[in-house]
């Protein structure tokens, strides 16, 4: 198996219908029929799915965002991504 195999069985890894989906099952779902209704695009932003990400330690909540990349089709990354509020005249950190 080359390293591209390797790594896309990792990124995507296929949905058994043995057992009820998970939130992530249903998310990577939700993107590769996003992905191809919009072939023309490489990166997604929208918001989590309920259960889809697990609080880090110091965390309360879910990102109330998720970007998702598409390296190709059937390869993509999806990352919590936070809301950053900067008020009129101050810098971004």
Do not use: K
Request: charged share 25%; glycine share 8%; hydrophobic share 40%.
């Amino acid at each position: 198996m080359e390293a591209s195999e390797t790594l896309a069985s990792i990124a995507s890894p296929s949905i058994s219908s043995s057992g009820p989906l998970t939130a992530i099952d249903r998310a990577c779902e939700g993107d590769r029929r996003w992905f191809e209704a919009h072939p023309g695009q490489a990166q997604r932003l929208r918001r989590p799915m309920a259960g889809e990400f697990h609080p880090f330690e110091g965390q309360t909540a879910q990102p109330p965002l998720v970007l998702v990349l598409q390296i190709r089709p059937g390869l993509r990354v999806r990352a919590g991504a936070p809301l950053l509020r900067f008020d009129a005249g101050e810098e971004a950190p």
